[in-house]
Structures are given as structure tokens and as C-alpha cells.
């Protein structure tokens, strides 16, 4: 297991992390992807725990904030001790149907940590996300919220999920004007079916030294291949999130084909040692239902891709350019050349 540093903290976790929205029952949609009890949770966290992951990420709204609770008493039942484990979960997204019940506003994301920290049976949580971009609040007051928790111990570092990179820059802007915290992390989706983070988000990342969480990295179970077989069973038969280019990314799955067969693997290893070759990434949430899932998962750590197989799977994957991308990336080639390779690009040599 790698431990990589999260943003400007100074805290390293596991290039691997626990994702707990599985754990407990959702209702509707998102049902399929839940289900996982507190005895199926603890076999989770200790087999993961064993393995090296330090790293847990849950929200408010997951299962209800069953999940919360089950990653607390699960913690505790097995004896693994709070300083040993990097606690994130997440707030925003509406918690009832009130319309002060969801938001980033004071109000709101102060009623949520405290229910937070209390389901998880913790005086602190590590990392704070906000689990998307509230139109109706402005950055001004959430990182004046976030700040104050962070100041008052709840909170040690605070993150974003889901917002665009306009929204993380302005934020970042914001922070350093107010002299308050600043954001840490970005959890995001981000696999071998949906590139389209490269864009803008990997670029802020990479320029402001944020951490990358990277959701979905199996596309919802996609890149594991069994919707090939069967379509009538699994979490996208109920919701197709994310979306998924299908007939983009069977080219995809036929890529990753002889590459899994060349390193006689499974498919999720070689989509997850992918997402471990790409440097923007800090740490890839796993959505793990039984514990041998989450061995499948684990033989990614030991994948090393050859330059051969990034290439597979780079011209298999890579999405097509939009403007202004591909018109900065003409504008700017010259340049590019220069810093990387200390010579005047040809035309001008």
C-alpha cells in the first residue's frame, strides 16, 4: 500500500480508501447500491484496515446516515484506534424537506457536522467535504462556516466534491482573501470510462496541489466487465450512474481485455492501477459489498502497468478535445516544448 500527502496538509493516506456509501439500506434509486450490515461492514474495515487503508470516506445523506453510524461503531468494535484512521464525510445535499435542510449555508453545514461527529461517535472529523455547489449561498459564507469549524476542532481540513473548477478557484481565491482555510481536497468521478475531469479539474488540481479522491472509479461497476454478460443485474440496471458511453467504452473493455489477460488479473485491477499511474490522483474510493470484492480491488497495489498498456489504454480512453482545450494547447505548444525540453520548438529554431 502507498500513503500519498493530502494537499498542503502534511497528512498521508492510503492510495486506497474505504467508500461506505454501501453501507446500510437506501431507499429508491440508489438501493441497489446499498445493503451492507454492520457484521458485513466490520469484515470490510478490518480486512481493509489489515491491508494498509487508513482512509475512510462516508456522507450525511448515505443510507440516511446509516452509514456514519456503522463506520463509528465498526471502529469501535474492532478496537482500531482514532488516531489511526483518516475520517471524511460530506454535507450539503438535503437531509429532509425543509428548505433550510440542505445547502452550504452556516445554518445548515453547522446543524450537519454536529449530527456528523455524533453519529460517528468522534469529537473530530478529518477531512469536511462539501458534497456539491449550493447556487443559493454564497463562497463568502461557506468558507467563513468551514473556518469556524476548523478553529473550533471539529474540523481539521475541508474539501469539495463535484464542483466545476471555476467554483474551486474562486474558492481558493476567496480563502486566501478572508485569511481563512482553504480547500485540501476534490472528490470526484474519474475512471477509464469518464476522462472528462482532464479537461479542467485535473488542471486546477495539479496547479493549486489539491488532493484527488476519485469516486466511481469502476463506473459503477461497468469496468469490472459484467454488464456484458448480464444487463438485468447490478446498480446501473436501476440507475445508470455515471453515465456511461457504451459504445465508446467497449472499446475500452476490449482494450483492458488482453492487458488483464497479459498480467493474469481481473479487470477492476487493471481500471484501478490505472487511475494509480496518473499523478493527480491522491487516494481511489472503493464501493466494496463483500470482502472479497475488496481482495480483487486490493491486487491493483500490485499492478504495475508497462508503458505499452498506458498506451492501450490511453488511445482507447482519451476523450476528444473541446474548445478552448485544444485551441490552448495549440496556442501554448511552443511554450510547452521550451519548459519541458530547454529548445526552441523546431518552427522557431
Not at 463568502?140 to 469556524?148: G, H, N, Q, S
Not at 476519485?214 to 440507475?239: C, D, F, I, Q
Not at 474548445?323 to 511554450?335: E, V
Amino acid at each position: 500500500m502507498r500513503y500519498n500527502l493530502l494537499g498542503n496538509t502534511g497528512l498521508f493516506v492510503s492510495e486506497l480508501c474505504l467508500g461506505t456509501m454501501t453501507f446500510g439500506h437506501s431507499p429508491g434509486q440508489y438501493a441497489a447500491a446499498s445493503g451492507v450490515t454492520q457484521d458485513q461492514a466490520e469484515a470490510i474495515i478490518r480486512r481493509g484496515f489489515d491491508a494498509g487503508i487508513n482512509f475512510i470516506d462516508t456522507a450525511n445523506v448515505y443510507a440516511g446516515g446509516q452509514s456514519e453510524e456503522m463506520v463509528g461503531q465498526a471502529l469501535k468494535s474492532l478496537g482500531i484506534a482514532r488516531h489511526q484512521v483518516v475520517l471524511a464525510t460530506k454535507a450539503e445535499h438535503a437531509t429532509g424537506s425543509g428548505p433550510n435542510d440542505g445547502g452550504a449555508s452556516r445554518y445548515h453545514l453547522l446543524n450537519e457536522v454536529k449530527a456528523s461527529l455524533k453519529r460517528l461517535g468522534t469529537d473530530h472529523i478529518d477531512l469536511y467535504q462539501l458534497h456539491g455547489w449550493d447556487p443559493a449561498t454564497p463562497v463568502e459564507a461557506t468558507i467563513r462556516a468551514l473556518d469556524d469549524m476548523v478553529r473550533q476542532g471539529l474540523v481539521r481540513y475541508v474539501g469539495v466534491s463535484n464542483w466545476a473548477a471555476w467554483q474551486i478557484a474562486k474558492a481558493l481565491g476567496t480563502a486566501e482573501r478572508l485569511h481563512a482555510e482553504r480547500f485540501q481536497s476534490v472528490q470526484a468521478y474519474y475512471s477509464l470510462a469518464g476522462r472528462d475531469l482532464e479537461r479542467e479539474v485535473v488542471p486546477v488540481v495539479e496547479a493549486e496541489n489539491l488532493g484527488l479522491l476519485v469516486y466511481s472509479p469502476l463506473a459503477g461497476g461497468y469496468l469490472t466487465g459484467k454488464y456484458r454478460e448480464n444487463k438485468s443485474e447490478g446498480r446501473r440496471t436501476t440507475v445508470q450512474f455515471p453515465p456511461v458511453d457504451e459504445q465508446k467504452s467497449a472499446g475500452v473493455l476490449a482494450a483492458m481485455d488482453g492487458i488483464a489477460q497479459a498480467h493474469n488479473t481481473s479487470l477492476a485491477a487493471v481500471a484501478l492501477a490505472w487511475l494509480r499511474h496518473q499523478p493527480a490522483v491522491t487516494s481511489i474510493i472503493l464501493g466494496i459489498k463483500q470482502p472479497a470484492q475488496l481482495d480483487d480491488n486490493l491486487k491493483a497495489t500490485e499492478l504495475t502497468l508497462t508503458s505499452d498498456d498506458l498506451q492501450t489504454l490511453d488511445a482507447a480512453s482519451t476523450p476528444a478535445p473541446e474548445y478552448p482545450g485544444w485551441m490552448l494547447a495549440h496556442g501554448s505548444a511552443a511554450r510547452q516544448h521550451l519548459l519541458i525540453s530547454g529548445q526552441l520548438a523546431p518552427q522557431y529554431g
